[in-house]
């Protein structure tokens, strides 16, 4: 999805221009459908040419018009996706993004969500422990707060392997081994070697 050749070349006003071009040499306006297709792939473009901030506003702008329709999910992957890749980083609305991606349905990139929605639980996990770290008056609690978050960041990782497992798509297997590597960092951050060297 994130490689494939898109159809737009630059954001917003070629979307217009394309849109006002179908209108005169069909006499119609664009299906909604269209309309979304459109949208989504200038979004996609946006993020593949490193402008998060513009791929934020349009995957956001696309799931107020159309979510539900097709490319929902590859929507809240995309728009998690920039999050993540924004300044400020915000885990806590990634994680509320990539979850309905993550979950169980017919996905395509699913996988992907997964991976991306582990790595949000692990930035709030590490998070806390950094701030531990600053605060040694806070140590204990912040410990306690991360630890259900590298918890499920491990769970996360875990599925992911399997997930990418099933796929065979080109790139797959080092996905897996990245899940793999990320799901034994958590392990080690929970004190379990054994589980981390397995």
Not at 59 to 85: H, M, P, S, V, W
Request: charged fraction near 30%; aromatic fraction near 8%.
């Amino acid at each position: 999805l994130w490689e494939t050749a898109l159809i737009l070349r630059r954001l917003p006003a070629l979307v217009l221009f394309s849109l006002a071009t179908f209108a005169t040499v069909h006499g119609q306006p664009p299906s909604p459908e269209k309309q979304a297709e459109l949208l989504l792939n200038s979004a996609q473009k946006a993020f593949n040419e490193g402008n998060p901030r513009a791929a934020f506003d349009q995957f956001t702008d696309f799931l107020k018009k159309y979510n539900g329709q097709k490319g929902t999910n590859a929507a809240r992957l995309g728009l998690g996706l920039a999050i993540l890749d924004l300044p400020e980083r915000d885990y806590t609305k990634a994680i509320e993004i990539l979850t309905p991606a993550a979950g169980e349905g017919n996905f395509s990139d699913q996988a992907l969500a997964i991976y991306y929605l582990g790595t949000s639980h692990r930035g709030l996990g590490l998070k806390e422990l950094e701030a531990g770290a600053k605060n040694p008056a806070e140590a204990d609690r912040r410990r306690d707060a991360a630890l259900p978050k590298l918890t499920e960041a491990a769970r996360l990782f875990g599925r992911a392997v399997e997930e990418f497992g099933k796929r065979k798509a080109d790139g797959d297997a080092d996905w897996v081994e990245r899940s793999r590597c990320d799901k034994a960092e958590m392990e080690l951050r929970l004190g379990k070697p054994k589980d981390a060297r397995a």
